[in-house]
């Protein structure tokens, strides 16, 4: 509870009931020209405690949020896994490229540009080597 009451959180409370208070107000004034004759300040009356609803539920959500994520959760210890062999930490798993049977498309008037020569070559060496990171390319 003390995590809601830093000054980041005070400016958050004093905001929203700031925002509120407002809106409600607009209301409360387009309520009265509503009773003046203008028929327009109707959809207004409705549309700003619709606002400050927003602006309740927006908060309530932020302080859920910050609750839910307390110190005392995250230091709870995980239960004891069943025994047996562990797993190797150390082994990456390996994502096998998708190979798709299509033709690369042919150099307009038989030139080929040097940027794209060397970029196919790095592709088909990814290609080639579908365990390998980009770093490792040696080109």
Same mark, same amino acid.
């Given at each position: 509870m003390k995590r809601l009451w830093t000054? +980041? /959180?005070?400016?958050?409370?004093?905001?929203?009931?700031?925002l509120v208070v407002g809106f409600l107000g607009l209301g409360w004034w387009q309520v009265t020209?509503? +009773?003046?004759?203008?028929?327009?300040?109707?959809?207004?009356?409705?549309?700003w405690p619709v606002f400050a609803?927003? #602006?309740v539920f927006v908060w309530w959500r932020e302080v859920r949020h910050a609750l839910r994520g307390t110190p005392d959760a995250a230091a709870t210890p995980a239960p004891p896994a069943? $025994?047996?062999p562990e797993p190797p930490a150390t082994t990456p798993a390996v994502r096998?490229? #998708?190979?798709?049977?299509?033709?690369p498309a +042919?150099?307009?008037?038989? $030139?080929?540009?040097?940027?794209?020569?060397?970029?196919?070559?790095?592709?088909? /060496?990814?290609? +080639?080597?579908p365990g390998a990171r980009p770093g490792d390319y040696p080109g």
């Open positions: 000054p +980041a /959180w005070i400016a958050r409370h004093v905001a929203m009931v700031v020209r509503a +009773a003046e004759g203008n028929s327009l300040s109707f959809g207004y009356a409705i549309e609803g927003f #602006v069943a $025994a047996g096998r490229p #998708v190979r798709v049977g299509r033709t +042919a150099p307009v008037n038989g $030139a080929e540009d040097g940027d794209l020569a060397e970029y196919n070559r790095y592709l088909s /060496w990814l290609n +080639a080597n």
